[in-house]
């Protein structure tokens, strides 16, 4: 998720915790996290990209080194928090290109620890270091890039 510049703050509650996402950062919300979008206003624009296979990663770096394109610190993951409430929720689940609705009588956001890898996470897009020589060509678009998913088809 990309929230457009003029639209404000957008908050996240994810099983993993909260993330207040301001414009210019994006958020990763890995398929199958249970999460839930709060604005900071009335009205929000944004850009949502759905993945239908693989996971973001990020670009091999190649001649660049390790100091170039985005840092692996900079990536932030949610601030711990649960509920613990006894109200009706209603949980949209998209299986095959149907969506599917569950209602429950909990918070799905009562996960109290996780451990691993496999969670939300922002970038601050300031964060990025830009690679370029103009002296006399321009290099490719991809060393713009702050993630990929790469292809399952070699060169594809």
Known sequence: MVPHCAAGDLKLTTEFGLLAV????IVVIPRGIRFSVSL???AARGYVLEVFQGHF??????????NGLANPRDFL??????????????????????????IQN??????VAWHGNYAPYKYDLSNFCPM??????????????VLTVPSQTPGG
Do not use: W
Not at 22 to 25: A, D, K, R
Not at 106 to 111: D, G, I, K, L, Y
Not at 132 to 145: C, E, G, K, L, R
């Open 22 to 25: 301001s414009p210019g950062e």
């Open 40 to 42: 900071a206003h009335a």
């Open 57 to 66: 990663t990020l670009p091999d770096l190649g001649p660049i080194g390790a």
């Open 77 to 102: 993951y949610p601030t711990a928090c649960f509920e613990e409430r006894e109200v009706h929720f209603t949980v949209m689940h998209k299986f095959q290109g149907e969506l599917f609705a569950a």
């Open 106 to 111: 909990f918070s799905p956001f009562n996960v």
């Open 132 to 145: 370029n020589a103009v002296s006399f060509d321009h290099p490719d678009p991809s060393i713009f890039t």
